[in-house]
T-cell receptor, first 112, second 114 residues
Framework: KQEVTQIPAALSVPEGENLVLNCSFT??????LQWFRQDPGKGLTSLLL?????REQTSGRLNASLDKSSGRSTLYIAASQPGDSATYLC???????????FGKGTKLTVNP | ETGVTQSPTHLIKTRGQQVTLRCSSQ?????VSWYQQALGQGPQFIFQ???????GRGNFPPRFSGLQFPNYSSELNVNALELDDSALYLC?????????????FGPGTRLTVL
């Protein structure tokens, strides 16, 4: 059974700092991994999707890497801003499966 | 391009009642998935519909049921509501199976069971 873990559960940083969020998964046979952002009480916004054959994806100040063999992904946020404050969730899908398996998320607070 | 929409936004029910939640998928998408997100947890997969047929189900009891319509909109029905059903219910749409494409989520329906 696939399990996804995110560390840390919460993170507070000053504005302008670069930061890394971690995601690990127990079964390396994944098709892809997605990072999502969730604002309080709201739905999920897809940030980046990495296919299993890829090593990283970049979008603006965000960079996500994937090491499938070790079951790990990181989300790097450069020059953090207060508007980046949210919960960040990672999720994986596996071959033959129709579902996303999520971690519990990392709650990020960026202080002005 | 219209995004994923859900209705209602909030709902309060009492234990034992039945509820129907609705989701309109993003234009051009033929796959809809439903997730339950309890407070402080990641979303849990309930089931998925592809071209009006159920295409997989998570570990939820039969009192959770669904439908997908020819226009690819979808309903989630929950019978005999229990207190633990209180959660944010999210639907997501995509244009292919989830393992090949990004899923786009709606804003969710907050269900409170008293």
């Amino acid at each position: 059974k696939q399990e996804v873990t995110q560390i840390p559960a919460a993170l507070s940083v000053p504005e302008g700092e670069n930061l890394v969020l971690n995601c690990s998964f127990t079964d390396s046979a994944i098709y892809n991994l997605q990072w999502f952002r969730q604002d309080p009480g709201k739905g999920l916004t897809s940030l980046l999707l990495i296919q299993s054959s890829q090593r990283e994806q970049t979008s603006g100040r965000l960079n996500a890497s994937l090491d499938k063999s070790s079951g790990r992904s990181t989300l790097y946020i450069a020059a953090s801003q207060p508007g980046d404050s949210a919960t960040y969730l990672c999720a994986v899908t596996q071959g033959g499966s129709e579902k996303l398996v999520f971690g519990k998320g990392t709650k990020l607070t960026v202080n002005p | 391009e219209t995004g994923v929409t859900q209705s209602p936004t909030h709902l309060i029910k009492t234990r034992g009642q039945q509820v129907t939640l609705r989701c309109s998928s993003q234009s051009g998408h033929n796959t809809v998935s439903w997730y339950q997100q309890a407070l402080g947890q990641g979303p849990q997969f309930i089931f998925q519909y592809y071209r009006e047929e159920e295409n997989g189900r998570g570990n939820f009891p039969p009192r959770f049921s669904g439908l997908q319509f020819p226009n690819y909109s979808s309903e989630l029905n929950v019978n005999a509501l229990e207190l633990d059903d209180s959660a944010l219910y999210l639907c997501a749409s995509s244009s292919a199976a989830p393992y090949t494409d990004t899923q786009y989520f709606g804003p969710g329906t907050r269900l409170t069971v008293l």
